[in-house]
T-cell receptor
Framework: GAVVSQHPSRVICKSGTSVKIECRSL??????MFWYRQFPKQSLMLMAT?????????EQGVEKDKFLINHASLTLSTLTVTSAHPEDSSFYIC??????????????FGQGTRLTVV | AQSVTQPDIHITVSEGASLELRCNYSYGATPYLFWYVQSPGQGLQLLLKYFSGDTLVQGIKGFEAEFKRSQSSFNLRKPSVHWSDAAEYFC?????????????FGTGTRLTIIP
């Protein structure tokens, strides 16, 4: 099957520091990866769409300078939360789509990263 | 813009009983509809999806869902639940505004199974 792995699964950081979250497709190549944020008892909200080799497309209201996304290879996308504050504490989830499958091919999800900013 | 409503935050069902999880969507065109399941500490797994054709869709793990355009609904059903079905379930609607695929998720329904 297709496996997407996120690292770390949990992270606690101090306010003002930056945190990097990795999303890897372990057994397939992904030209497109998606980053979501999930607040307690709320929906997954799409933050940005990441395409390999190009700039990410951010959703309205998402600060691209605060949430830096890099998709440098077909198997890795990273989300860096810069100058983190307590309100950035959340559950971040990525998903990845297989490069050789068409429109609305299944996106495989990572297990998520719980970020706590203290 | 599209939206999804899952009216039930938490449902408790006895093992072996039938299950129906509700999902209502709002979208101007023909929707692409999905159901995902999330177990604790794990990623989301696709249960089934509807794009077109037969409005009754069969998925994995014995789940099915029925698309009803007149009611803007895509309810998930299972005739007999197992303890392993306890998880969080998310309904999602897909759209491609400007060619960019986007999934909009509902708030989820937590399913508890009792013996």
């Amino acid at each position: 099957g297709a496996v997407v792995s996120q690292h770390p699964s949990r992270v606690i950081c101090k306010s003002g520091t930056s945190v990097k979250i990795e999303c890897r497709s372990l057994d397939f190549q992904a030209t497109t990866m998606f980053w979501y944020r999930q607040f307690p008892k709320q929906s997954l909200m799409l933050m940005a769409t990441s395409n390999e080799g190009s700039k990410a497309t951010y959703e309205q209201g998402v600060e691209k300078d605060k949430f830096l996304i890099n998709h440098a290879s077909l198997t890795l996308s990273t989300l860096t939360v810069t100058s983190a504050h307590p309100e950035d504490s959340s559950f971040y989830i990525c998903s990845a789509k297989h490069r050789d499958r068409g429109q609305w091919a299944e996106a495989f999800f990572g297990q998520g990263t719980r970020l706590t900013v203290v | 813009a599209q939206s999804v409503t899952q009216p039930d935050i938490h449902i408790t069902v006895s093992e072996g009983a039938s299950l129906e999880l509700r999902c209502n969507y709002s979208y101007g065109a023909t929707p692409y509809l999905f159901w995902y399941v999330q177990s604790p500490g794990q990623g989301l797994q696709l249960l089934l999806k509807y794009f077109s054709g037969d409005t009754l869709v069969q998925g994995i793990k014995g789940f099915e869902a029925e698309f009803k355009r007149s009611q803007s609904s895509f309810n998930l059903r299972k005739p007999s639940v197992h303890w392993s079905d306890a998880a969080e379930y998310f309904c999602a609607v897909g759209a491609r505004p400007g060619g960019n695929e986007k999934l909009t998720f509902g708030t989820g329904t937590r399913l508890t199974i009792i013996p």
